[in-house]
């Protein structure tokens, strides 16, 4: 399986985003570009209070209002209607909301200004309620409850997990540390903003334009609206225009889609609603904030000996996908470093505020934070120098964790070798410069945590040696059309540019689970390998009557099919094929695949193989403290990752750079701030986003270990960059001024008060 | 985003713009680079009826040395400044001020320093989209008669966080405001009300027209913290001026201290200022008094309402005030040589 | 109100009624169909609307449709030639990496073009300083830097 990247026509090119040179011509549609014949534009009220109850809704003025299609109010609403992971949110509320961000009426109008006027002119009358903030208070016995009809704010999610024995771990240890370690919610910040256009058709299917990173399961998602509306056996169709942005944002379906689909029908008109940036900052949902309290333990050479954590997630006031972030925690704390004896409990708690959800890392950002600022304590206690104390724990190549992971290829060693020849390069340290670093293991080939984690593809070659493939896939920036091409391209001997993704449309596209756990160069690319093979093995067959050799002798490159070492049997891809099609009984190329990988869905232990490889890195960074005013100033980044194999290093660097620097601001800037659950932040001057000017030199070595369940031998780098980033400059911090930063993000207001307690 | 309606007039000259202003009333805006202005119509915190644009005045785009002073053009980019050699040469602080604001595509080329000093005051609970406001009892600023940001506060808290502002009342720069067929000059240190409404002792029929910096052979300094290096506001800031005696050349003749986005308006402190009069310029110990009691002097104006916490706002005064002295005081002992 | 305006748009002496309050992003993007401008704020922090007006770059949500009024204004439309050419920029932001989304891109790529037409030597201080106001979530910036280097070395002219 393994190639050497030499023998490669394709795979690990750095050929340039497929539709780069459209969006660099300002050609790309973007939902905000996206206009029908006939188009309404829809707009939401949101919620005045934090909680309260709704006494009366009047929308009798905004009816009335010239250019006003329609409005709807919350009763209006079927009962049935609830989105999410738990089914307990309600496009537009009726009798009570529970957070800012809650939905109370929405309208429809001739253009936005009417739509906004007419919002202005819905009387609603609220009788506020007390709300609760803190996760922590909000599990207290008498805290006042977000939903009443529930017992406790404490959602019923089984998310603990005990492997080994803790507590005899702890016993043996030599050196135990524990402390605890909150992190914020931040927010995607997608540069495009979020909307859905919905239209019926004369014999009411729906097709919705969205940016969605589940087309699928929106898909379904958006048929369930359609059978509680009474429109049984009807159809519906997701398109997706480019998007401008997921990270994991667009990992479920939306008010704003739903209540655009309500809209679309009431009027029987298309309706499109497009979110401007204060609503996508307050109207959007956050990565879950956490509160962690976390022990490790290691003998007396270092090796540990337990690792307990008990963890609190602020949920919000609804339950997206986010809810179930604890079990890619899971992960990081039971099989980054081999740990024998691990116990986890987490508790995912209501609030009033604004609901959580998944976000580029999908948990492992918040779990790692604790777990290896720790790691840093703990070496600390033990004198062991960092480095050598992930050394010794290291994972290794096949070996099966405590959860029962089956780790096959595992690069961490390579990856800790190159951080610390980097960290350890340059001159003799400086007041106020340090350094830190930190591992991770992510899924990186895929991740079951829905019934299928499969995706399809249908492959189809035309007369002149090109190939349109129709992926479930969905790319938002991040490449998964090149993996696709540059795979198929590989496959069959052609160029990327011969090869044409279509990913935008349900009607065309087979199903796919969603772009989110760095799934789609495994899977996407797996699937659209295994339609590839399919149809290079049907090329094949007509060959080898052509050529009159067996089948398996004839190969692919250069955009010709050949029998190599006889130059008399070789043609150009193109003319084979106007061969197989017009002739008599003549044949065109076309393949089907679904790829559904060989990794397996939680039992009740919890235990699994949940994904089908497994991404490692190391991440090193090099920082300086300003002791006067705690600034902390980035000065170098080496983010190492084994990546099994690059299938365009271009692109994964782009992967890589992109995701240190939003976890650099995890690290450091960034912050939704919520006054009693109204987001107080909302724009990008207040949201510190790092500009150019704040941008960080970063390297991205990779390693390729092959991983043999990987397409042409790779594993998905999408989250990773995210993911040790914070606890690498908390360490850095620590290591530059000897404070311990335990909650981000590291501000300097933060930095200074830990160096005054230091100091006395 | 769309801005509400408004009528636009764009007169052909000052005279035009002035005879404009005498004429309408309060609702009425001057547009220059528009990028305060438009985000606050954008916002609703404004409502004007007519914007009077400068878009035609080049008259007011100028940077000259005259008589000793330096005079500029209330419509002179923010670009034009920092490209400016007399600027760098003689008012450094007013350089180091201008090359912060915002970002180059955003404020250096449509934004003017007049439009800098002018920005309007702005605190974390007013600077909300119109619906945020909605939600609740509108505070001073926005016509009510609360402070989220201070309790019982019986006028408007809101933080001016001009860059252009602080540096220059630290240069002793006065401004010109204009009105029909007449004009005032106004030290900008005088140019401020209490009360974070009205921000501006100017009438509504006035326009700044110049900004003039007196050239005193001294060296100055400006200093700021914010979390990021652009599209930021300072959340405490500082600008110092320091001149030397002709006879000592070590001794300070004169200074201003000047602390910014603390308060309605930059603070200018007078004692702390004064006490460095005769004091050694290389004397690092004084400076760090002198930074200690301005944190003293201008905290007691802040109110927690732009960000960070107040507590370190207010231990960062000391900082940016300690580093713009010695900024300054090492540009005077250069020139010295 | 309405007015009537006279600018040249992308080589393009034209005239067109607008409204007095129309930003020139609504102009461009709604009353003309130049998706190309972006508009990510509205408020002149992410760049993303980021046109050319006389040779500076702008936030085109921060500028009335009615001050172009004489005014030379490019956007990202104008940029690729008749032909369907990629300008000399963008063709290195598609073969550097400088595109992911692609949402900030238009606006990114004609800041550097104001830059580079100023300054073709820019160096990465001087590319991070015009770039400072155009914000991108993808990339981590460091392809665009990288972009707009590597137009030196295409041997193309800005113009």
Known sequence: MSKKNSEFSVVGKRIPKLDAAQKAMGRAEYIQDIKVPGMLYGRILYSKYASAKIIKIDISKAVALPGVHTVLPGEDVPEKMKMGFYKDNPPIKKDKVCSFRDEVAAVAAINPEIAKKALDLIEIEYEEQIGIFDPEKAMEKD?????????????????????????????????VVEDRFTTTGVTHCCMGTSGALALFDATENLTVYTNTQIPSLAQKDFLETLK???????????????????????????AYEHVAILLAYKCRKPVKIVFDRVEEFKATSTRQPTVTYIKQGCDKNGKLTFRDIRMVLDNGAYTSWGATTPTVMMMPISSLYRVKNVRYDAKCVYTNNTYSQAMRGYGNPQATFAIESNIDMLAEEAGIDPIEFRRINQNVPNETTPQDFKITTCGLAECINEVEKELKSGTAKEKGVGVGMASLIHVGGGARIYKSDGCGAILKMDDYGKVDIFTGG???????????????AEELGLSAEDINVVHTDTDICPWDVGAHASRSTFVAGNAALGAAKKVKQKIQEFASKFFDVPAKEIQFKDKLVFVPGDQEKSMPIDKLLRKAHFSQNGTMLMADYFYDPDNESFRKDFKCNLSATYTFGVHGVKVKVDEETGKVEVLDYIAAHDVGQAINPLLLEGQVYGGVLMGLGYALTEEVVQKNGENMNANFRDYKLFTAKDAVNIKAPVFETADEAGPFGAKGIGEPGCVPTAPAVANAVYDAVGVRIKDLPITPEKVLAALKEKNG | MRLPRFEYLEPSDLEGVLNLLATQGDDTKILAGGTDLLVRMKKGLLKPKTLISLKALNELSYINEEDGCIKIGARTPIADIIASDLIQKEAFALFEACEKIGAISIQHYRGTIGGNILQDNRCIHYNQSEFHRSGRQPCHKDGGKICYARDEADRCNSTCQSDG??????????ITLAKKGTERVVEIANFYTTDGIMPFAMESSELLTEIVISIQGGKSSYKRLAYRSAIDYPIVCAGVFLSASDTKKDEIEDARIVVGAMGRSPLFLVQESFSLKGKNLNDTEVFKKVADSSMNSASTFAVHNVGSTLEYRCVMVSEMVLQALKGAAQAVVAAKG | MTTNISFILNGVELSYEIKDHWTLSHLLREEMGLIGTKEGCGNGECGACTVIVDKLAVNSCLYLAIEVEGKTVETIEGLSSTEGSLHPIQQSFVDNGGIQCGFCSPGMIMSSKALLDENPDADREEIKHALAGNICRCTGYIQIFESVEAVKGMGGQNE
């Open chain 1, 143 to 175: 805290a006042p409850l977000v939903h009443e009809h529930t017992k406790s704010n404490v959602l019923k999610l089984p998310w603990n997990i005990h492997y080994g024995d803790v507590d005899k771990g702890e016993k043996e240890s030599a050196f």
């Open chain 2, 165 to 174: 502002a602080t540096a220059l009342m630290a240069l002793g720069a006065s």
């Open chain 1, 228 to 254: 509680v509306l009474g429109l049984k056996n009807k159809r519906v169709r997701v398109i997706k225009p480019i998007i401008g942005g997921g990270f994991g944002s667009k990992l479920d379906t939306y």
């Open chain 1, 474 to 488: 969905t790319d938002m920036g991040q490449g998964m059309d090149n993996i696709t091409a540059q795979i198929v």
